[in-house]
């Protein structure tokens, strides 16, 4: 059994179970030490994935398991995602006189989405579902006294039991159409299976997998959980998901038979849920929620490179220039969200310019990002995107992903207009040196990343499926 | 190398007025005009650098960036570029020195008011000197953030509704241009997104819909900046609350970009379609011309009737190019003529307009009016005004002896040999033009003065200090234009074919 | 495809003549009962049938959560020993590669005891609230 091959998912399953009992036992100004026993998992975690990545794609366990460069490169994106939440977190959750579970909890949460992107057999990505999904219910609601937690936790679980009912029904029914769940067998079986069968089996696991992207139909609790939430749990949710199941479902799509019609109704997917992400955002006055919402329309843009994941060769690697674009642009954005105590009606940041200079600095860079202003990462994010979808024949695609682009920097530069021109109201209360050191952290990230475009590129330029 | 300084100047004074936390606002401003006039330096010397019967492109500097994508850092000039880029520098000398028109502001703030323009003339000279597509766009993108907050926080009037409207606006131009050069680049075998090769191989000549398409998407890319008529409508309300400098580099520079990116892409890089397309092209240049001098004579408001005269103007020179691009090939001659007419066009219009924009700033300063009815008789009380607005407003109106003759001539010496019937409806332009600046003149600065204007002061010694080296350039360029044509004709030569 | 409806026709008919028979059976008994019989009204008649004792109070009550607690821990549990089943049966095959897999999710879940039993999950009575205020 090669155990090495798991040894960063094995780390942070230790690390879990060591932080429960440690939390079970030490007192409540001690808690926050989990904190700093989850980052010592995440930066071992992340150590030993790196020591994978120069190996061939492979697989493991039997096939199960993929060791890839897409899975690796997703799994430092997830780690890192982790270790921003872990540390915006001691500060905001001082008050909670039993929170060392909850650095535990963000551990499981993130070793299901890992297993997403890893997974190479359609049980192992149902089991990385409902790991990632039991974890991420309990986070979303772990201001228990507070009711606005309370609904986007329930909102939460209600979409995301339906969801993965139905992606459980969609894997069963592929199991019965090729009688193997090992993606490699799936994909000779598919040739000649059932193409009636095979439509809702498809359309089922696709629906359960938009549940994890946010992506229409199933993004409704998006803009709760961030609005509900506590503001680092949101930095996570909004991003380390997503990941996964982006390469997950990316992953899948390739198995099915050419004939089937995958990419129209991806593209339609996609389509939609960058429109009507955008179009919800438009008129918030309440950031986090406008935060769910255009974390909503990244996942359309994230899913353009999915519809031509099987017509063009660099797809993979738009898809993944995206992701990490978009997730170090939200990371900070949230971070700055938590430093500034979850401040979150629009109001509340005028002329936050003045108050904060730095702060306001990195929350206009995360946001010109995310619309994709040049020389930001964001840019070249979309840029590949634009430019593998137009490559491949979805022209239309492109124009529509453009007109949403305009429709987006509407809101963002809603924002930026409020804490640039108006005149300051009342003090800024900030929350301490560790969300501000994480904050720096994401942004240092996000601004290195827009300068080693070449760098990232070349690495994520020879990556390919294992399979 | 030199042109790398012209960029990097200002960026470095824009970086170091932003982290300075406590100089004088009159400090910054010394310091940010000594930093935009080194880059002015730099440019001059390129100028004198520049070999007319040279290549096209000089002064080239290369850098990698992201090879895998077939992007890197380039910059280079031919003649038309090195116009534009050193009028546009003189004029961001010019609105950097002006004195801003904000009434009531706290001083600090204005140390983050020069950081902006700075950063914005780095950006606009990127523009013009970048031979990267890429780099084109990166440049063209930023020139709007830059804007958006020169507007939104020293505007006036509703700053705020018109940054928004501004950026929004443009920002759709530019995602059209982003899925053109996308479309060029993916064109291109190996895919590049270097201009000169584009330029050498044209790479869509022949490929019917395609290059239709992709020449629509670039040409509405850049009739947005230009603007060109049906899609003008944010001019007037970007440039009424924008301060006084800002509207300056608004219509002198950022507007340029619009038509200077016609010539640099579709002009130069599809020759093909651009031919195809060049009647209809030149038509919506000349409803351009009619309608915007036509609006324009109907304004009450000061700033926005010379808005509108920009779009009169701009469209001149996209009539300019359009002739210029129309495949007859026995009027090389008069092709010639009518690029380098568009070129010059755009250095007389933006240092006319910058003038008169200055010259906006300093009446909003003084009364925080632009309604042209509250002013008159205003000659005697200030004749520096008087002298200075009256030669710029007959420098546009097309004078001889002054810049914009220069150019209005030769863009429609070159039409009249292409498409006659259209030269001669676009005359009426100029007519219109010369009706609606002698009403401006005679409603300021003739008539009765009414009581609120009684202690209106002249301008201040930076004011005419400012105004007088603009007028230097209109007056020079409209006696001795030959140093200027020396160097658009030497591209324009090459780009038309001929040479 | 007409010949396979008749093949499904012969194969099933049984069924169908049983599911007619019973809906049959059964409107003909409900139907009967309301037709023949005597009927009389009053307050007893429309009360619950409760073994002839009135009922007391709404089934809408509020029971403890302490139950649905324990319910989840003996679920957990339960699958637990369903997965233990299954190495069970494997026991040989696996060896003892088998052997440290089960025992690390043995104790993994024992951690999880522990926690519980910390925290105050398995106090049926609220005698140590002193030391852990709040519950799950």
Same mark, same amino acid.
């Given at each position: ?129 409902? +790991? ?32 993965? @009912? ?15 769940? !090992?993606?490699?067998?799936? @994909? ?5 299976? !059932? ?59 390739? +198995?099915?038979?050419? !004939? ?87 109001? !509340? ?34 840029? +590949? ?83 | 190398?030199? *042109? ?38 730099? /440019? ?55 004195? *801003? ?17 700075? %950063? ?14 890429? =780099? ?41 241009? =982003? ?38 998407? /670039? ?81 009450? &408001? ?9 779009? &009169? ?14 495949? %007859? ?13 568009? #070129? ?44 200075? #607005? ?6 546009? /109106? ?10 209005? %001539? ?49 301008? &201040? ?5 400012? *105004? ?26 090459? /780009?038309?074919?001929?040479? | ?76 549990? $339960? ?36 926690? $519980? ?15 852990? $205020? $709040?519950?799950?």
């Amino acid at each position: 059994m090669p155990v090495g091959d798991l040894l960063p998912e094995l780390i942070l399953l230790v690390g879990a179970v060591i932080i429960v009992l440690f939390a079970a036992f030490s007192s409540h100004d001690r808690q926050a030490w989990a904190a700093g026993l989850a980052l010592v998992a995440l930066a071992l975690a992340t150590g030993f994935s790196v020591m994978q990545w120069s190996r061939a794609p492979m697989l493991s366990f039997s096939g199960v398991w993929a060791l890839d460069g897409p899975a690796i490169a997703a799994k430092w994106l997830m780690l890192f995602s982790g270790a921003v939440t872990v540390s915006l977190s001691p500060q905001w959750m001082r008050s909670d006189r039993r929170h060392g579970e909850y650095y535990a909890l963000i551990l499981f949460a993130l070793l299901g989405m890992i297993m997403m992107a890893s997974a190479n057999d359609s049980m192992q990505l149902v089991v990385g579902v409902l +790991l990632s999904s039991t974890a991420s219910y309990p986070l979303v609601a772990y201001h228990r006294g507070w009711a606005p937690a309370l609904e986007a936790g329930m909102k939460y679980f209600l979409i995301g039991a339906l969801t993965n @009912a139905l992606l459980v029904i969609g894997v069963v029914v592929l199991f019965g159409l090729v009688g193997d769940t !090992d993606y490699a067998r799936t @994909a000779e079986a598919l040739v000649d299976a !059932d193409p009636f069968a095979l439509t809702i089996a498809t359309a089922c696991i696709v629906l359960g997998l938009s549940f994890k992207l946010a992506a229409f139909p199933a993004h409704a609790w998006m803009p709760d959980v961030a609005q509900g939430a506590p503001a680092p749990v949101v930095a996570l949710l909004s991003v380390a998901p997503k990941i996964g199941a982006a390469v997950a479902l990316a992953r899948f799509v390739l +198995l099915l038979p050419v !004939d089937q019609a995958w990419p129209a109704i991806v593209a339609l997917i996609a389509a939609v849920t960058m429109t009507l992400g955008n179009l919800a955002a438009l008129r918030q006055s309440d950031v986090r929620r406008l935060l769910g919402w255009s974390s909503v329309s990244q996942s359309g843009y994230a899913l353009m490179a999915v519809v031509v994941i099987g017509a063009h060769p660099q797809a993979l690697r738009a898809l993944l220039a995206f992701l990490a674009a978009y997730a170090l642009a939200n990371l900070a954005a949230f971070a700055v969200i938590t430093h500034l105590r979850g401040r979150t009606a629009l109001d !509340d940041y005028r002329g936050l310019a003045r108050a904060q200079p730095i702060v306001t600095a990195v929350l206009i860079v995360a946001l010109l990002s995310l619309v994709g202003i040049p020389p930001l990462v964001g840019f070249f994010g979309k840029f +590949l995107l634009f430019e593998v979808t137009i490559a491949a024949g979805y022209g239309w695609l492109a124009v529509v992903a453009a007109i949403n682009t305009l429709v987006s920097l509407f809101y963002y530069l809603r924002v930026i207009a409020v804490t640039m021109f108006k005149a300051p109201e009342g003090e800024v209360h900030v929350l301490g040196i560790w969300s501000w050191l994480a904050m720096l952290a994401s942004v240092v990230v996000l601004l290195v990343a827009s300068l080693g475009v070449e760098w990232g590129l070349g690495l994520m330029a020879s990556l390919r499926f294992a399979l | 190398m030199i *042109l790398t300084v012209a960029l990097a100047v200002p960026l470095l004074g824009a970086l170091a007025l932003a982290g300075s936390k406590r100089w004088s606002a009159m400090r910054a401003r010394w310091f940010a005009t000594g930093a935009a006039a080194l880059s002015l330096l730099a /440019l001059i010397v390129a100028w004198f650098g520049f070999d007319p019967s040279g290549p096209l492109f000089q002064h080239v500097d290369e850098v990698r960036w992201v090879p895998s994508l077939g992007v890197a850092y380039r910059v280079g000039v031919d003649g038309i570029a090195l116009a534009v880029a050193t009028m546009s520098a003189l004029l961001f000398v010019a609105a950097i020195a002006y004195p *801003l028109d904000a009434r009531s502001e706290p001083r600090q703030d204005h140390v983050q008011y020069y950081a902006w323009l700075l %950063f914005l003339q780095a950006m606009s000279l990127g523009v013009f000197l970048a031979l990267d597509l890429l =780099l084109f766009y990166v440049f063209f993108d930023l020139t709007l953030v830059g804007m958006y907050f020169l507007i939104g926080r020293w505007g006036h009037g509703e700053p705020q509704v018109s940054a928004l409207k501004f950026f929004l606006y443009t920002f759709a131009g530019s995602l059209a241009l =982003l899925l053109a050069i996308i479309g060029l680049y993916l064109s291109l075998d190996p895919h590049s997104f270097d201009m000169r090769v584009l330029i050498e191989r044209q790479p869509l000549a022949g490929s019917g819909l395609y290059a239709g398409l992709v020449f629509l998407a /670039l040409m509405l890319g850049l009739a947005i900046k230009t603007p060109l008529v049906p899609l003008h409508t944010w001019l007037p309300q970007a440039h009424v609350d924008a301060p006084g400098p800002a509207s300056a580099i608004l219509a002198g520079v950022l507007l340029k970009m619009g038509t200077y990116g016609m010539i640099r892409l579709p002009f130069a890089m599809m020759q093909d379609a651009f031919a195809r397309y060049a009647l209809a092209i030149a038509i919506i240049a000349l409803v351009a011309i009619v309608y915007g001098a036509l609006v324009a004579l109907g304004q009450r &408001n000061l700033k926005r009737r010379i808005a509108y005269t920009s779009i &009169n103007h701009m469209g001149y020179t996209v009539l300019g190019i359009a002739v210029a691009a129309a495949a %007859f090939s026995d009027t090389d001659v008069a092709r010639r003529l009518a690029l380098t007419g568009a #070129t010059v066009e755009m250095v007389a219009h933006g240092l006319i307009t910058g003038a008169l924009f200055l010259i906006c700033g300093s009446f909003w300063q003084r009364t925080g009016e632009y309604d042209l009815d509250r002013y008159g008789g205003l000659a005697r009380q200030a004749p520096l005004l008087t002298g200075f #607005t009256v030669l710029a407003a007959f420098a546009s /109106l097309g004078m001889p002896g002054l810049a914009g003759f220069v150019a209005e %001539f030769q863009i429609f010496a070159g039409t009249f040999a292409v498409y006659p019937w259209l030269a001669v409806i676009g005359v009426v332009g100029i007519l219109i033009t010369a009706a609606l600046f002698l009403d401006l003149l005679r409603r300021l600065f003739f008539g009765s003065r009414p009581l609120h204007l009684v202690d209106f002061p002249d301008l &201040n010694r930076a004011e005419w200090g400012v *105004l007088a080296v603009l007028t230097l350039g209109i007056v020079v360029i409209g006696i001795a234009p030959r140093f200027l044509l020396t160097l658009i004709e030497a591209s324009s030569a090459v /780009l038309v074919g001929g040479r | 495809m007409n010949q396979n409806a008749t093949a499904l026709i012969a194969e099933y008919w049984a069924v169908g003549l049983f599911v007619a028979a019973v809906v049959t059976l059964c409107v003909f008994m409900i139907g009967a009962a309301s037709l023949l019989g005597g009927r009389s009204r009053g307050r007893s008649k429309s009360l619950p049938f409760e073994s002839g004792i009135i009922g007391a109070g709404s089934a809408r009550q509020r029971f403890s959560v302490k139950f649905y607690l324990v319910a989840m821990l003996f679920v957990i549990f $339960d699958i637990e020993a369903v997965f233990l089943f299954a190495w069970s049966v494997a026991v040989r095959e696996v060896g003892w590669s088998g052997f440290w897999g089960a025992a690390i999710f043995i104790f993994i879940l024992l951690a999880g005891l522990v926690y $519980d039993s910390r925290v105050g999950a398995l106090d049926w009575a609220p005698k140590r609230r002193v030391r852990v $205020d $709040d519950s799950i």
